[in-house]
């Protein structure tokens, strides 16, 4: 057999964690079409069915899945070999708004870290407000934050998260109270949007518990505590979105923007890595 081309591999793996061929091309800034050709050479020289194609999903065979371990080594150990010519640590600092940090992070971390094995990653969790601030004063090198409503600021929209009212499957509303909710406080513009929704729709309301982070926030939902405010993304496992059951307003959407000012390659190349991850990932949700 012909050695493999890392090129398909790689292809393969993005496109199998992806379930997209569509994603998997952003991400390797190519075309559907090249991606296709790649995988489908990948699997005629393998002689097996890799992944399962309808219109509507793609995901791993058994084979395919045999396989994915052995393909994510190869190219980890090919990208590691590659960095091994770059001696210099580069440390790359980026804020990430807590609404944006679910349980996809690990595998987050994982994929950049394969991206670039020298590069340093530091992440700084926080609100969009004090992420932007500690980005102004020069402490970030990058910040990942929901839009600010000033709008002012010269920033690349990645995408739109959607917001949801988030409970557990066995919550019921107590008949004459008022919707118990579960924030960030008063600071946080997710919450003034929702409050103001509930308040036009002419829905009592009331905090009952305030937290920072969507998995403090969800949290207080997955317990049956209260309905939480959330990106439908980073919503706690088992919670459902309980919006149309009990007929509340629909939750505006907002714009995720990175700021960078970096313009080496290694810093830019990461940066596009970490975009295009939480670009899939939102369209997955």
């Known amino acids: 057999m012909k050695s493999l081309d890392l090129d398909a591999v790689k292809a393969f793996v993005l496109t199998a964690e992806l379930q997209s061929f569509t994603r998997a091309a952003e991400a390797l800034d190519s075309t559907q079409s090249a991606i296709s050709l790649k995988l489908r050479r990948l699997e005629d020289q393998l002689g097996r069915r890799l992944l399962e194609r309808t219109p509507r999903q793609v995901r791993l065979s058994a084979e395919g899945a045999a396989f994915m371990e052995s393909a994510r080594e190869l190219v980890g150990a090919h990208e590691r070999a590659i960095a091994s010519f770059e001696v210099k640590q580069r440390r790359l600092v980026i804020g990430i708004s807590h609404l944006l940090v679910g349980s996809e992070l690990p595998g987050l971390l994982r994929w950049m870290n394969e991206h670039d094995p020298n590069l340093v990653i530091e992440l700084r969790v926080a609100g969009s407000n004090e992420v932007l601030k500690a980005y102004d004063d020069g402490v970030l090198d990058a910040a990942l934050v929901l839009q600010p409503e000033d709008r002012r600021r010269n920033g690349e929209v990645l995408f739109a998260e959607s917001f949801a009212w988030i409970a557990a499957p066995h919550w019921q509303m107590r008949s004459g109270q008022p919707l118990p909710l579960s924030t960030q406080g008063e600071t946080c513009s997710i919450r003034a949007a929702a409050v103001r929704a509930l308040d036009s729709a002419g829905i009592a309301w009331t905090e009952v518990f305030i937290g920072k982070g969507a998995a403090v926030v969800g949290a207080a939902a997955s317990i049956g505590l209260a309905v939480a405010v959330l990106p439908r993304r980073a919503a706690p496992s088992g919670t459902i979105d309980i919006g ?40 997955a949700a």
Not at 261 to 283: C, E, I, Q, V
Request: hydrophobic letters at 45%.
């Open 244 to 283: 149309h059951a009990l007929s509340l307003p629909a939750l505006p959407t907002h714009e995720v923007v990175l700021y960078s000012a970096l313009h080496d390659r290694r810093s830019r190349n990461a940066l596009h890595t970490l975009a295009m991850a939480f670009k899939n990932l939102s369209k």
